[in-house]
């Protein structure tokens, strides 16, 4: 596995990704500021296995649906690949149908 190495360079690719993550309420935002850490941990040298941007993006929105189950993610469904989400959110239905409603 081969990782990102420099702090700057994880920044960059990470503030990137979140160009197709868009702001919006405050759940959405809160969605942005998980994604931003957990995924510089996983680029990051400590990371205990290498885990993609959508296995991330999973992850921040189960965080998120903690304090509002209701909610899902506004993303772009063009840069995330939909196949890689639906492996992660495989085993979670509420997680899963956010990810499988339309996207705008």
Not at 7 to 33: A, C, S, T, W
Not at 42 to 49: F, H, I, P, T, V
């Amino acid at each position: 596995m081969e990782y990102i190495k420099t702090l700057n360079e994880m920044r960059k690719k990470v503030k990137e990704e979140l160009n197709h993550i868009p702001r919006r309420d405050f759940d959405q935002n809160m969605l942005r500021q998980m994604y931003w850490g957990m995924r510089l941990q996983s680029l990051g040298k400590r990371a205990d296995r290498e885990t993609s941007k959508e296995e991330v993006l999973v992850k921040a929105l189960r965080l998120a649906k903690q304090d509002n189950p209701a909610f899902c993610p506004k993303y772009d469904d063009q840069f995330f690949d939909t196949t890689k989400i639906s492996e992660a959110a495989k085993d979670d239905p509420s997680i899963l149908a956010c990810f499988l409603k339309k996207k705008d």
